[in-house]
Each structure stands twice: as C-alpha cells, then as structure tokens.
C-alpha cells in the first residue's frame, strides 16, 4: 500500500513539471528534456518561449555538451570549434519546436512530440542532418561559392578512396591515367548509374577545385580555363514554362481550397510548394525524390507524405504537356 501511494505520488510530481494542458504519452513522462519542451511548447508569447529556451539551455548545458561532441566526431567537424555545432544544434532545435513540436493551430504538442521518447537522440539526428545539408551544399569545408562544389566535394572523397585502394593492391602511387581507369572501373562495378551520380572522373578534373577573381590578371593565362562554357539559350523558355507550371499548381491549390468542405486537422501540403521544391535544381539536371521532397518540405504526418506523392504525380502530367513539344523533337 505505501510503495503504490509513493509511486502515485511520484506519477503527479513527474506530471506537474509539465503543462498543466499536457497531452503527452504518459509513458513519456520521465524521458530526458520532455517536461522543459511541454512547457516550451506550451508558451503563449514569444517573450515566454524565449525566457524558457534560454533557462532549458542552461539547465542541461552538460547534456547538450555531450550530444555536440557526438554530432561533432559523427559529422567529422573540427573538435576544436565549438561555436559551429552549437549553432546547427540552434537551428535543429528551433525547427523541431516550430515545424514538428508545436501544435500547428497555436500553442501546444503535436502527436509527434507527444509520443517522442528520446528527444537528445532525435535533436542529436537533426543536428547532424543540417550539418550534411549544409555540407552537400557546399557551405562547409572551404568550397563555398565554387561552381560544382557539393558535386566535387563527395567526387574527391571518392577519388582519395580508389587512390588509396590501388596504393594497397599494387604497392605504388598511381599513375593519373591509371587512377582513373580504376576508380572509373570502381564506380561502374559499384554504382547503379555513376554517371548520372557524378562520380565519374577524367584527368583533366584530377586538378583541384578554386574560385578565381575575375580581376585577377594572370586569369588569361589559367590553362584550366581554356574550354568556354556556351550559353544556354533555352534556359529562359524552360523557366518560362516552369513558373507557368507553377502558375497552374497555385491555380489547383485554391481550387480544392474552395471545394473543401471541412477544416483539415493538419496544415495541408500545397501543390506549388511540392512544384517549387522539385524544379529547384531543374536548371543542373537535378530533380529530388520523392523522400527528399518530403524531408525538405518538413512533412511528418504520412496523410501529407502521401498527399505529396500523388501532387507530384500530377506536376509530372502538368510539365510532360507543358514540354510536349520538347520530347516530340527528340
């Protein structure tokens, strides 16, 4: 009889640390930062949110320290910089709580943050996400700005991998010809299409990757810039053609705004956002899946990861009439 009256006592400890609107799992209750965060999201004004974020910060610094240094050795960032992590793990948190945490009506929890356990591992996650975004992007590790960076970035990774596979098999540096036959041989006998992932390589591009001033003058003289890039002249009528695709997805979207009879739970996913995200990249020939539409839209709901697939089935039929006379040509 005292040990259920100690626990029923601890249960309502534990449940007065959070909201007094809490919804969260009562299964949760006790996991790390969860009380802190049911409170964060509660907040009603900004002034509120921000006062308990900084208090959350401080409370748990030694934790948080300790899930930098993991995203720190994980994303192979320098130990000794730690202003840089702490600032993508700013950013994972602050997405966290306005896309995924919140409740998107107004203050308080979502269905995924009511049934979240380990809320260091998910932000420890998240961190480590935007780090690889960012990097991919070319906006770490000094290429910021280049012409093909990310591209080249996860090329040349690849290249010192071959470099160092045919140093161990042979027992001497290779050749230039001779490493890119082999890493070639390499990607072809493990990629599905390495073409078309870029990962390809010739002995010209074995050279290393540089922004050069336009003011510089000894830019003439640059023998790697001997090749002139021709202008793209469709590139004006493919974007055209693209904002008219658009045009058309903001033209559904209010449609089936106005044919809506009742008020969706969820924020509903707009075919013009999904439209804007897969044509992004259209002018290098990149168009992302359907995963990474979802993962860049921030959609967590599966009624809007579906809701997504078949949108992009129907900006697909949009753009093939839109370009039908493109692939008639061919």
Same mark, same amino acid.
């Given at each position: 009889m005292t040990a259920l009256v100690l626990e029923t006592t601890a249960r309502l400890r534990r449940r007065t640390d959070h909201h007094r609107r809490c919804e969260c799992d009562r299964d949760t209750l006790e996991t790390p930062w969860k009380a802190e965060m049911c409170q964060i999201l509660h907040a009603r004004t900004r002034a509120e949110k921000r006062s308990l974020l900084d208090e959350f910060l401080f409370r748990y610094e030694r934790e948080?320290?300790?899930?930098? $240094?993991?995203?720190?050795?994980?994303? %192979?960032?320098?130990?000794?910089? $730690?202003?840089?992590?702490?600032?993508? !793990?700013?950013?994972?948190?602050?997405?966290?709580?306005? #896309?995924?945490?919140?409740? $998107?009506?107004?203050?308080?929890?979502?269905?995924? !943050?009511?049934?979240?356990?380990?809320?260091? @591992?998910?932000?420890?996650?998240? @961190?480590?996400?935007?780090?690889?975004?960012?990097?991919?992007?070319?906006?770490?590790?000094?290429? /910021?700005?280049?012409?093909?960076?990310?591209?080249?970035?996860?090329r040349a990774k690849l290249v010192g991998k071959s470099r160092q596979l045919f140093e161990t098999e042979h027992a001497r540096a290779p050749s230039d010809t001779e490493l890119v036959d082999f890493h070639n041989a390499r990607m072809h006998a493990t990629r599905k299409d390495p073409r078309r992932q870029s990962v390809l390589i010739t002995i010209k591009g074995l050279g290393s990757l540089r922004s050069i001033p336009l003011e510089d003058p000894s830019l003439f003289g640059e023998? #790697?810039? *001997?090749?002139?890039? /021709?202008?793209?002249?469709? *590139? %004006?009528? #493919?974007?055209?053609?693209?904002?008219?695709?658009?045009?058309?997805?903001?033209?559904?979207?209010?449609?089936?705004?106005?044919?809506?009879?009742? *008020?969706?739970? #969820?924020?509903?996913?707009?075919? /013009?956002?999904v439209a804007r995200v897969f044509f992004a990249g259209h002018g290098d020939g990149e168009f992302p899946t359907r995963t990474e539409l979802v993962e860049e839209l921030g959609i967590t709901e599966p009624a809007g990861r579906r809701e997504v697939g078949s949108q992009l089935n129907e900006i697909i039929t949009i753009a093939r009439r839109t370009f039908a006379d493109y692939r008639n040509t061919r």
């Open positions: 948080i320290s300790r899930v930098l $240094k993991r995203a720190q050795h994980i994303s %192979h960032l320098d130990y000794r910089d $730690k202003d840089v992590v702490f600032s993508y !793990f700013g950013d994972a948190l602050m997405k966290m709580v306005d #896309r995924r945490w919140r409740e $998107k009506s107004g203050p308080g929890t979502s269905g995924v !943050f009511n049934y979240s356990r380990n809320l260091p @591992t998910i932000l420890e996650a998240e @961190t480590r996400y935007w780090i690889r975004e960012d990097r991919r992007k070319g906006l770490l590790d000094g290429t /910021a700005g280049v012409p093909g960076d990310s591209s080249h970035d996860r023998h #790697r810039l *001997a090749c002139r890039d /021709a202008p793209d002249e469709g *590139a %004006h009528e #493919r974007h055209r053609r693209i904002q008219s695709i658009v045009g058309e997805c903001v033209r559904r979207d209010e449609q089936r705004e106005d044919w809506r009879i009742r *008020a969706l739970k #969820r924020e509903p996913v707009l075919m /013009a956002d």
